[in-house]
């Protein structure tokens, strides 16, 4: 009987990056939002991303690292153009909250200190949520 190759086992990249903040007063972020990248690749095309950054560093500009945030618009362009070439290797998972219409009871923490009752916006339980829901769908690529 011919013997079969060992099957290689698949490694599930996963690069977590939120926008927003825990602030549920009118001062805060409208939308609280946490982005999993996810890839069994992590290394392709990647050497197209390198040679981008050191040709932004000999053109003088003082690129580190990419953050869309932070980035001129010329420089998320073309990130988001080289990405874009990598067609089927990742898959993006996406929670986003509208905080004006999250239940309070995701974010609000009731406790008592000293015979006082005392209220705080924490964001603890909508972050939880976030994660489950994350986990859930990575689970499922995970199966694949």
Known sequence: MP?????????????????????FTPK?????VVNAFTT??????????VRYRYELLREGYDQEFFHAAED???????????????RDTYEVHT????????H?????????????TITRNTGLELCLCCAIFLT???EQLIEL
């Open 40 to 49: 069994f690749q992590p290394v392709s095309q990647r050497e197209e991303l």
């Open 28 to 32: 805060g972020t409208k939308h609280y």
């Open 136 to 138: 859930v769908n990575l």
């Open 104 to 116: 309070p009871s995701l974010y609000r923490e009731t406790y008592q200190k000293r015979g006082r």
């Open 3 to 23: 013997e079969t190759a060992p099957q290689t086992p698949h490694t599930l990249y996963i690069f977590i990056d939120e926008s927003g903040n825990f602030d």
């Open 95 to 102: 929670v986003w909250v509208q905080k004006n219409k999250a």
């Open 72 to 86: 001129q618009q010329f420089v998320r362009d073309e990130v988001f153009r080289l990405l874009g070439r990598l």
